[in-house]
Nanobody, 122 residues
Framework: VQLQASGGGSVQAGESLRLSCTAS????????VAWYRQAPGEQRKSVAC???????NYAHSVKGRFTISRDNAKNTMYLLMNSLKPEDTDIYFC?????????????????WGQGTQVTVSS
């Protein structure tokens, strides 16, 4: 499954961004989808996951600030990021899998793509 993340940018602390990720194929609506973040030289970390029923899970660092959602008709998932902090600066990626395990998927089925850069300045 090919994935294309977009919507990143440079913002000030406290501002908001909405990321989008569009997937190829016809199985999107039956899968869980998740967002990830990665800083240079560090491991990729899961941020949020939403299953096919719409149940969501978030990493502790973003709970209450970020909202994950999906539009199955458009094969697209979103990450609304409010109250952004400088430590949210990362490259953000998306992936999908059979189910959510916390803020990750149980098995990643998609290709990572290039991600989208989010830069938050203080």
């Amino acid at each position: 499954v090919q994935l294309q993340a977009s919507g990143g940018g440079s913002v000030q602390a406290g501002e908001s961004l909405r990321l989008s990720c569009t997937a190829s194929g016809s199985t999107f609506g039956r899968l869980a989808v998740a967002w990830y973040r990665q800083a240079p030289g560090e491991q990729r970390k899961s941020v949020a996951c939403i299953n096919f029923r719409g149940t969501t899970n978030y990493a502790h660092s973003v709970k209450g600030r970020f909202t994950i959602s999906r539009d199955n008709a458009k094969n697209t998932m979103y990450l609304l990021m409010n109250s952004l902090k400088p430590e949210d600066t990362d490259i953000y990626f998306c992936n999908l899998g059979p189910s959510c395990v916390g803020s990750d998927v149980s098995r990643r089925l998609g290709s990572w793509g290039q991600g989208t850069q989010v830069t938050v300045s203080s």
